[in-house]
């Protein structure tokens, strides 16, 4: 699973733009977009934040991610 693309579904069923998740969670914009790019490095604690927010969770297992 791509995280970068599973981000954006997530995003996109909450109905908010980039700038409008930005703009309600603190994260900066490039931040947002370099996830959703496909930027390798992030910082988790960001993406916690993101996704918490959003009413979601990453949950990390051997071998892959879901």
């Keep these: 699973m791509d995280i970068s ?3 954006a579904n997530i995003r996109k069923q ?8 930005s703009s309600r969670t603190g994260v900066g914009l ?20 993101l996704l918490d927010f959003l009413g979601a969770h ?6 892959k991610i879901i």
């Design 30 to 49: 490039r931040f947002i977009r370099n996830l959703e790019q496909g930027g390798k490095n992030f910082r988790y604690d960001k993406l916690e934040l």
């Design 58 to 63: 990453l949950e990390i297992q051997k071998n």
């Design 14 to 21: 909450a109905g908010l733009t980039q700038k409008e998740l």
């Design 5 to 7: 693309k599973e981000f």
